[in-house]
């Protein structure tokens, strides 16, 4: 207010006999208002001897200069403040960068269900492949797909005009060996009448010989025909002996004929069997699932039977064949309940057990697997064999226990080593972070003892901030949660709600230096 009269112009400085003068602290005091400007100024203003800063104040003088000075002044307090500001947040920012931030995770209390992941097919218990052991031309079909069948029932017929003809001759065969142990029946007959003879004649040369050699001795007769008479018996005794001889080759023959009978019957039965054959028929009550042949096909059978129709037995009673990593064979036993979902049916769950695991190997491509058969009831009939089951098998289950992320047993801070817990306020006062490396913390490392049986690390935070390791016992893992034993020492550290790192967000070392001054921006 004190320069309002000069900026309205006139004599003097300000109006009603007031004016502005230079006291003993400066610009501001009021004075009179005296008959001459200079007067005035040689009495009271500070300026003497130097060009005045009021001289004229009417003509656009001394006080038209101060408005650009102090507008210039006001510019550059402006600049510098707002360099100051600049300076103060980045330098607030690089230091809130540099600090490292952490991801964390609380410790949960719940069940950790421990399973085997494996896949597999869905097939019936009882599958039986239908084939045929006589080959022909398909001449009838009785079934097609999804028929339901009874054991004994024809489901196909071969044609069986060929396999009659073998038949007919079967039985021919069979009436002409018959024929020939009649035949033979009759030469052992006279086999036997040519060995009677034989002896009848042997007998009557044996009577004439003792005649003679009686004469002989008396002198009746020559000595020449009592040796006849000898002769004559020793060819009715070879007679008698090729008689007989003749009679056990007739009785051979018999033998030979009725072996003949038996093997025509054989051939007369193989062949009937064939005819028989001819009409396919099912083995067990069940539905066909598979029909491989057509009306008029021709199948010809083998060293292996052609398959013909698959029938499942029972699709109400299931199971599904899946193939178990050999790293996960150990941990299967049969009786473990499954879970298992298939593509037809999405998010659905169906309940299954283990029935089986075999012991024979399958190996493809340097992977060795096992097969294990889940056993469950198809009651309303809507899995159908050949569906692929993604079963999930439960080795083990522990409910209520502490559990904690997988991702924090993989957390490995630099110069972060675990803590002895037993040391009391362990958690203000023994916290080996990435600023307490070098001796102090391999001090710490060195007295540090992990629990008994542990097989994992925990990084908490203390009531600093500060990360704090801690060596730990480990259970059962589920694959993304894993079972949490601490020890009496640690169970106020690893409390159920505290927090454990996970991860790290922003550390030091991801923030890159800068060398010199920062860059400003505008």
């Known amino acids: 207010q004190a320069f309002g009269g000069v900026l ?8 009603h006999g007031v004016s502005p003068a230079w006291g003993p602290w400066g610009l501001g005091a009021t004075v009179p208002a005296g008959p001459s400007r200079a007067k005035r100024r040689a009495t009271q203003c500070p300026c003497v001897g130097a060009k005045c800063l009021l001289d004229g104040v009417s003509g656009g003088g001394g006080l038209s200069r101060i408005q650009p000075m102090q507008s210039k002044t006001y510019a550059a307090a402006g600049i510098a403040l707002a360099l100051v500001l600049c300076g103060a947040g980045w330098w607030y920012t690089r230091q809130a960068a540099q600090a490292p931030q952490y991801r964390t995770a609380a410790i949960e209390r719940g069940a950790v269900v421990a399973s085997v992941q494996a896949s597999g097919q869905v097939m019936p218990v009882t599958q039986v492949s239908v084939g045929t052991q006589v080959s022909g031309q398909i001449r009838e079909l009785f079934a097609d797909f ?23 001759q079967a039985q021919a065969d069979l009436e002409a060996a018959r024929s020939q142990v009649l035949v033979a029946q009759a030469n052992v007959l006279a086999s036997e009448a040519t060995v009677s003879r034989a002896q009848v004649d042997l007998a009557e040369a044996g009577r004439d010989l003792r005649r003679k050699t009686d004469l002989v001795a008396q002198g009746f007769i020559a000595q020449s025909e009592a040796e006849r008479a000898q002769a004559l018996v020793r060819t009715s005794t070879e007679a008698l002996r090729a008689a007989q001889a003749q009679a056990a080759i007739t009785a051979a023959q018999v033998q030979a004929a009725r072996s003949s009978v038996r093997q025509r019957e054989a051939a007369l039965a193989q062949a009937q069997t064939n005819l028989s054959r001819t009409r396919i028929t099912s083995p067990v009550d069940g539905i066909v699932i598979k ?14 039977a052609p398959e013909l129709f698959v029938i499942a037995q029972n699709l109400r009673d299931m199971r599904g064949e899946v193939s178990v990593d050999e790293t996960d064979v150990g941990r299967i036993r049969p009786g473990q309940a499954a879970r298992f979902t298939v593509d037809a049916f999405p998010g659905e769950t169906f309940d299954g057990q283990v029935d089986q695991v075999r012991k024979a190997a399958i190996a493809a491509n340097n992977v060795v697997t096992y097969v294990a058969a889940v056993h469950f009831a198809n009651r309303d009939g809507r899995l159908l064999p050949g569906m692929t089951a ?3 098998v439960v080795t083990e289950q522990r409910d209520g226990v502490l559990k904690v992320p997988n991702a924090a047993l993989r957390v490995r801070l630099p110069g972060v080593e675990p803590v002895p817990t037993a040391v009391p306020n362990a958690t203000k006062n023994i916290a080996t972070s990435a600023q307490n490396t070098g001796a102090t913390g391999q001090k710490d490392a060195k007295f540090a003892k992990p629990a008994a049986g542990a097989r994992g690390r925990l990084h908490v935070l203390d009531e600093d901030g500060r990360p704090l390791a801690l060596q730990v016992a480990l259970g059962l893992s589920d694959g993304s ?12 550290l690893l409390a159920e709600g505290r927090q454990v790192i996970t991860g790290v967000a922003s550390p030091a070392s991801s923030a890159p230096a800068r060398n010199g001054a920062p860059r400003l921006s505008f």
Do not use: C, W, Y
């Not at 309205?8 to 109006?15: A, C, F, K």
């Not at 339901?148 to 038949?167: M, R, S, T």
């Open 146 to 168: 999804n028929s339901e069948v009874k054991a004994g029932q024809i489901i196909a017929q071969i044609d069986p005009q060929l396999i009659e003809f073998q038949v007919r």
């Open 291 to 304: 029909r491989a042949v057509e009306r008029g096909q021709t199948v010809a059978a083998s060293l292996q």
């Open 8 to 15: 309205g112009g006139g004599e003097g400085v300000v109006g």
């Open 390 to 392: 993604n079963v999930r």
């Open 481 to 492: 949660h894993t079972e949490l034993l601490p020890t009496p020492e640690q169970a106020a």
